[in-house]
């Protein structure tokens, strides 16, 4: 499958409640055939990304954002499986410490951007100034909306630099997210996840849904396009992730570098 039929259009408008969260469309088959073709795909993953790591001219760059409990950790060690650690970066976005937000809001997240020859995966990232800080108004609506174009500048300039932006929204349904909450409560393994503002958070995912639906029609561009991953079923999530990362990477087609 191409990952296409996963991508926002550029300027298209972005309604999630049409977007089935359970989806399994494409897959090879069922769970087990679906977990069955994906060391294949980790394969062919590695392989591309050697090539990147050799060529070390060009970089990507993987966006993870979702509601709490959307799966971005398990992406993150799912995508991870597939490749070589040495060329590989993952940053994770917090609350914003004093210093940082002493600066502009990108200032923090451009520092973390992969280098050439690198694959970058953000967990959360710079979305988090049009989402938590919109629906929580942490500063003013002018302030975060202005954003938007901010970021698809500075994207723009990654695209320019040779960075590949790859933005991945977890989609998964409110049903869903509760399941797993309550996995996180009762299963000991999973207990220190769970954090209080996973309940008060829950209680607004309108406005979260309005602030995701608002930036995904905003800023996927042609540079920088975003992914509406269908994340109910684990095993369909990191299928599709794999699909669209060796796509990505097989259309940039990185070349080992002649001898020196
Ligand atoms: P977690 O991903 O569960 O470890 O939680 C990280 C928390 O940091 C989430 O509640 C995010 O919304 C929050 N966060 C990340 N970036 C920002 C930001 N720029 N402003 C405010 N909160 C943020
Ligand atoms: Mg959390």
Redesign the pocket.
């Known amino acids: 499958m191409e990952r296409a039929s996963w991508q926002v259009k550029p300027g298209a408008s972005v309604a999630l409640k049409e977007r089935d969260a359970a989806s399994t469309a494409g897959a090879p088959g069922d769970r087990a055939a679906t977990d069955a073709a994906v060391p294949a795909m980790h394969k062919l993953l590695l392989g591309l990304q050697d090539r990147l790591f050799a060529e070390s001219a060009r970089s990507v760059l993987i966006v993870l954002q979702g509601i709490?409990a959307s799966g971005k950790d398990g992406t993150i060690s799912h995508v991870l499986r597939g490749l070589n650690p040495l060329g590989t970066k993952v940053a994770v976005?917090?609350?914003?410490t004093h210093e940082e937000l002493a600066h502009d809001?990108l200032w923090r997240v451009h520092a973390r951007c992969p280098a050439a020859g690198e694959i970058g995966i953000f967990?959360?990232s710079h979305y988090?100034?049009v989402l938590?800080?919109r629906v929580h108004r942490?500063v003013a609506e002018a302030t975060w909306r202005a954003r938007y174009g901010h970021i698809n500048e500075f994207e723009s300039l990654l695209a320019d630099a040779g960075t590949t932006v790859v933005k991945l929204f977890l989609h998964v349904s409110k049903d869903e997210q509760r399941t797993r909450l309550d996995a996180r409560v009762a299963n000991p393994a999973k207990r220190w996840k769970f954090?209080e503002?996973d309940v008060t958070e829950r209680a607004r995912w309108d406005e979260y849904r309005a602030a995701f639906e608002e930036m995904l029609a905003r800023t996927s561009t042609p540079a920088a396009p975003w992914f509406v991953v269908p994340a109910d079923h684990k095993w369909y999530r990191n299928w599709v992730v794999s699909t669209i990362l060796i796509d990505v990477l097989g259309e940039m087609d990185p070349r080992y570098p002649d001898a020196r």
Not at 93 to 96: A, I, L, W
């Open positions: 709490d976005f917090k609350v914003p809001f967990n959360r988090e100034d938590v800080v942490l954090q503002s």
